[in-house]
């Protein structure tokens, strides 16, 4: 019996935007990864439905191409992924879609959807559906025609259905079908390409004011879960690993015995993570290296003690660099974000967290502006309605009318991030440590392309 076509779609758009786990980013270099909503939807859905994908930031295809493609595949309906900076652009290539497949069902998912969700559907015909939750079986049991009591808000019989977000802190999702995605197309610095994306969490257990995760649940997998889907990636001939986790170490403790169950069955993956500075020890860090960990991302976000406290509490200067030494210390490569022009911040702060910065000597960087997402406490905040959202001022979409409320104007702020690049980049101690760290000519090339990519971005502009 021929069974549905389901198509996850990544649509395109006038720049490379990252849309996986309800966030907004514009790639500034040519880095890319597999989306993970997808990849853990299709746990759920390949055993019922044909499941294909078209991710056309990784593919680079072309609008025009990304169309004809969709009207030769004929699917039953179409999962796509939207973020606050690329809805408008999202929403006209779908909305053309209906026209010529009034037969298949459109269904969004993003960020700012579980809070507008309803207010979308009002305004949007051609959405039939918006997922709240890509960890449940929830759009399987839609597709499927049932009638679903959660997670999902649709349209039945001229109705908009509601339901309610309901997720279980005791997460369990069947093995993603890992081989459905362009894996060869995807570029991440270290990695470099041919990896894939695991989680072993969904969420953040803290609540950082300026992040999504914070209005989310926390969602743990149990180990043997993911452990299952680690053998799958294996035996799929898959060496490398992004672990997309939000914050990998929340638990030092279950980190050290992932890293122990890892090391135990000889995967030989190389991997890397993201993590808080202050959730590193020397004993946690040591147990990763030894089962593969090549890089961590470190949320440092600022070299200012106020801004530290107002904005990422139980983080200080001193701590951020004890966790930049250590990793430095066991070989474990370094990536450090930065948020420059929070309300209220003064340019003797910035200056400072550009100095800080550079003495952390990251082996990369990147200095991001706030942007108030809808559903937390900074968007609250900042009250700045949808429609005065601006998303080509600035590569993070940071609103004008929010850092305006910076004591620093929007334009400074820009000379000053650029500035923050170039100190840290264009510093001769940073080609020296880059040029004497061990690396294949690969790994060389590939770095050498994607910092080329971000300097002309983020440094010439």
């Not at 009591?149 to 005791?170: H, K």
């Not at 914070?214 to 799958?232: A, C, P, T």
């Not at 929340?250 to 169950?261: G, I, K, M, Q, S």
């Not at 001769?428 to 050498?448: D, K, N």
């Amino acid at each position: 019996m021929k069974r549905d076509r389901i198509l996850f779609l990544i649509p395109p758009a006038g720049r490379p935007y990252s849309r996986d786990r309800y966030r907004t980013t514009i790639i500034k270099a040519c880095y890319c990864w597999p989306p993970l909503d997808f990849l853990v939807q299709s746990g759920f859905l390949a055993p019922q439905f044909d499941v294909s994908v078209i991710d056309t930031v990784a593919t680079r295809l072309p609008p025009e191409r990304c169309r004809r493609r969709i009207l030769q595949l004929q699917p039953a309906a179409v999962f796509f992924l939207t973020c606050s900076a690329s809805w408008r652009e999202d929403f006209a290539f779908v909305a053309s879609l209906k026209r010529d497949l009034p037969g298949t069902r459109m269904i969004a998912g993003g960020g700012f959807l579980l809070f507008k969700g309803r207010q979308v559907l009002e305004a949007s015909p051609f959405l039939d559906a918006v997922l709240l939750s890509f960890t449940t079986a929830d759009l399987r049991k839609y597709l499927q025609g049932e009638a679903p009591s959660r997670n999902i808000l649709y349209r039945r019989n001229g109705r908009i259905v509601e339901t309610e977000r309901a997720c279980s802190p005791d997460l369990r999702i069947p093995i993603p079908r890992h081989d459905l995605f362009p894996l060869g197309k995807y570029v991440y610095p270290v990695l470099l390409s041919n990896f894939t994306v695991v989680n072993t969490a969904v969420g953040c257990p803290y609540r950082c004011p300026f992040c999504i995760a914070s209005g989310l649940e926390y969602e743990v997998r149990g180990l043997d879960n993911v452990m299952d889907e680690l053998k799958s990636v294996h035996q799929f001939g898959i060496r490398r690993i992004l672990f997309g986790d939000l914050t990998f170490t929340a638990d030092p403790a279950r980190t050290r015995e992932l890293a122990r169950r890892m090391r135990e069955a000889r995967f030989d993956f190389t991997w890397m993570c993201e993590t808080r500075p202050d959730l590193l020890d020397r004993e946690t860090l040591q147990a990763m290296k030894e089962a593969g960990c090549r890089a961590i991302h470190l949320g440092a976000e600022s070299g200012d003690p106020r801004i530290l406290e107002q904005w990422k509490p139980g983080l200080s200067p001193a701590r951020i660099r004890e966790a930049f030494g250590l990793c430095r210390e066991l070989g474990i490569l370094t990536h450090a974000y930065f948020m420059i022009g929070l309300p209220g911040q003064e340019e003797s702060g910035i200056l400072q967290t550009i100095a800080f910065a550079r003495s952390l000597k990251p082996d990369s960087v990147s200095f991001n502006l706030p942007m108030p997402h809808p559903g937390t406490a900074f968007g609250a905040a900042s009250d700045v309605p949808e429609e005065a959202f601006d998303e080509r001022f600035s590569f993070e979409q940071a609103t004008r009318r929010v850092l305006e409320q910076c004591s620093v104007s929007p334009a400074r702020l820009l000379r000053l991030r650029r500035r923050a690049y170039a100190a840290v980049y264009l510093q001769p101690g940073y080609w020296l440590r880059a040029v004497t760290r061990p690396m294949s000519l690969r790994e060389a090339w590939v770095s050498a392309r994607l910092l080329a990519s971000l300097l002309r971005t983020s440094v010439l502009h």
